[in-house]
């Protein structure tokens, strides 16, 4: 019997480490906790806790205030996702797609990083709820400070799947057991995901202060409609 099929949906969530993390750590750190003030979220305040969130404009200040490091960090980010962006369509791992980007190199993609902030852990069971970010198709986190993250102190990055579930058996087996993708990150990870791609972290109970920078993206391939 002969049959058409359509592989749709699969949705990407790309992660790499900042080699150079380890030099420039300290002294972002440094630049990144001048932002704080206690008890601050910028918005959705029903799904935090004990956390400290910057306005949106977190680099923007860096560049205005010649933060060398964070600017760094901006830059390390945007060039990065084009990067594996590019090298992740181009290998086909994407099982389908409307365009061809075979030709596309990565001073064809065009980022506006319109948005970026920090959040500081700010007190015992610091924790963002699920949530996603609209007005942006791509977000990306870089892991600053990851201090005591692990399964017992909590801080786990999660990524909920594309899809509801209100009923599943065995003929939904490649679904099944996947809804939510748990990552422990490490200090200088990268996450890159489409920005409707609903998120959150687990309650963190560590003694030091965990840092992670986030921003929205808007992307524009040139040449690609």
Known sequence: MNYDFYSMWATPILTTIDEKHIEIKNKAIEQALTY??????YVAETIKNNLYESEFDFFDIAEKERYEELVYIKHKIESTFKH??????????????????DDVVETDIDIETHESWVHISDGISSYHGTHNHPNSSWSAI??????????DNGGIIQFN??????????????????????????????????????HSA????????????????????????
Do not use: W
């Open 36 to 41: 704080y003030k206690p008890n601050h979220v």
């Open 84 to 101: 594996i962006f590019i090298d992740y369509f181009k290998s086909k791992h994407y099982p389908f797609t409307q365009h061809d980007l």
């Open 142 to 151: 870089y892991c600053l400070e990851q201090a005591d993250v692990n399964d």
């Open 161 to 198: 799947a594309p899809f509801d579930n209100m009923y599943t058996d065995n003929g939904l087996f490649f679904q099944s057991g996947t809804n939510v993708l748990s990552i422990e990150p490490k200090d200088g990870a990268m996450f890159f995901f489409p920005s409707n791609i609903k």
């Open 202 to 225: 687990t309650p963190y109970t560590g003694d030091r202060t965990r840092i992670i920078i986030s921003v929205n993206m808007k992307i524009n391939i040139i040449g690609v409609n």
